[in-house]
C-alpha cells in the first residue's frame, strides 16, 4: 500500500462525510477540482512576484481539494472515467503551474541555476506520473517508488511557506527521477519475465 492510500484509508470516514455534505450543498466533484486549478494557478502568482509565503499558504489550501473531488463523486455516485481523466490532468496542471511560478520567482532573482534545478524536478515529477500511466496502457500497475504526488506536496510546501525552495526543489529533483527509474525497472522485470514464460 502506498503512502497516498495508507492517507486515504485513514481518513476515509471524514473524505465520506464530507463528501456527503458538500454534495448536499449542490457542489460537484469537477467543480473541486476546477477550483483546485484555479487556487493554484493564483498560488503560482504569488510565488512569481515573491510573495513565497501567500504562494504557500494557498498551495497548502489547495491540496486537500484533490481529496474532496473524489469524496464528492463517491457521494454522487458520479464516479465517472471523464472525472477521473480531468482530475489526474488538472492534477499535473496544478503541480507544473506551481514549477512554472519557481521558475519566474529564480529569473526575477538572476538564479540561472534555480531555474534549472526546478526545470529538474518538474521533469522528474511529470515522468513518475507519465511512467505509472503508460505501464497501466500496457496492462501494468506499477506504484514502486516513494516520490509520488502527494509526497511531492509534503516536500514541496514547506520549502515554499518557509522561503527555501531550493531544499525541496533538490529533493524532488532526485527522489522523483529515481522514483521514475524505479518505475521503468519495474515494468522492465515484469516485462522480461513474462517474456521468459512464455
Request: hydrophobic share 55%.
Amino acid at each position: 500500500m502506498t503512502f497516498t492510500e495508507r492517507l486515504r484509508t485513514l481518513f476515509k470516514n471524514f473524505l465520506d462525510a464530507s463528501g456527503q455534505r458538500l454534495y448536499k450543498m449542490g457542489i460537484t466533484a469537477n467543480l473541486i477540482t476546477l477550483l483546485g486549478l484555479a487556487g493554484n494557478f493564483i498560488a503560482a502568482f504569488f510565488i512569481g512576484i515573491g510573495n513565497l509565503l501567500v504562494g504557500g499558504i494557498l498551495i497548502l489550501l489547495m491540496g486537500p481539494l484533490d481529496a474532496f473531488d473524489g469524496a464528492v463523486a463517491r457521494a454522487a455516485g458520479e464516479i465517472t472515467p471523464f472525472g477521473a481523466f480531468l482530475d489526474s490532468v488538472t492534477d499535473r496542471y496544478s503541480e507544473l503551474v506551481i514549477y512554472l511560478g519557481l521558475i519566474a520567482y529564480f529569473l526575477r532573482a538572476g538564479d540561472a541555476n534555480g531555474v534549472l534545478l526546478v526545470f529538474v524536478a518538474a521533469a522528474g515529477s511529470v515522468l513518475v506520473s507519465y511512467t505509472r500511466a503508460r505501464a497501466q496502457g500496457i496492462g501494468l500497475d506499477v506504484k514502486v517508488g516513494f516520490m509520488t504526488r502527494v509526497e511531492r506536496y509534503l516536500v514541496l510546501v514547506p520549502g515554499i511557506l518557509f522561503s527555501y525552495p531550493k531544499i525541496s526543489l533538490w529533493i524532488i529533483a532526485i527522489l522523483a527521477n529515481f522514483t521514475a527509474f524505479q518505475r521503468i525497472l519495474e515494468v522492465y522485470k515484469i516485462t522480461n519475465s513474462i517474456k521468459k514464460e512464455k
